[in-house]
């Protein structure tokens, strides 16, 4: 919001200009609506892929572009990603329980 606002009066608006601008920003923000950048090209994922097999294995991915959402969907694919996280890692712990095999997967 800080940076909207700086780049608002930067271009020399009025007064009653900057302070609709500055409102709209809050609003984008509780709203929902302002844009969330995920910036993580060139990173590395890994994943838990199940092959033809059916064995499990970690296969690495280059992450190739940034991500863009606004905060509203950001915060549901936060929720999504951890609980999905959490369900994976508990299925890999129950498969490695029952005592089969999981290719490239440390044990507990």
Do not use: F
């Not at 919001?1 to 509780?30: H, N, Y």
């Not at 969907?73 to 890692?89: C, P, Q, V």
């Amino acid at each position: 919001m800080k940076d909207r606002a700086w780049v608002s009066s930067d271009k020399k608006v009025r007064s009653r200009t900057l302070k609709d601008e500055i409102r709209k920003c809050a609003e984008d923000i509780w709203g929902g609506s302002e844009t969330v950048t995920i910036g993580r090209t060139g990173q590395i994922r890994t994943l838990i892929d199940v092959g033809k097999d059916r064995k499990l294995k970690k296969v690495e991915k280059e992450i190739t572009r940034a991500y863009k959402t606004n905060v509203e969907a950001y915060a549901d694919m936060l929720a999504r990603t951890s609980t999905h996280g959490a369900y994976k890692r508990a299925e890999e712990l129950h498969i490695k329980r029952k005592g089969r095999t999981c290719g490239g997967l440390s044990g507990p």
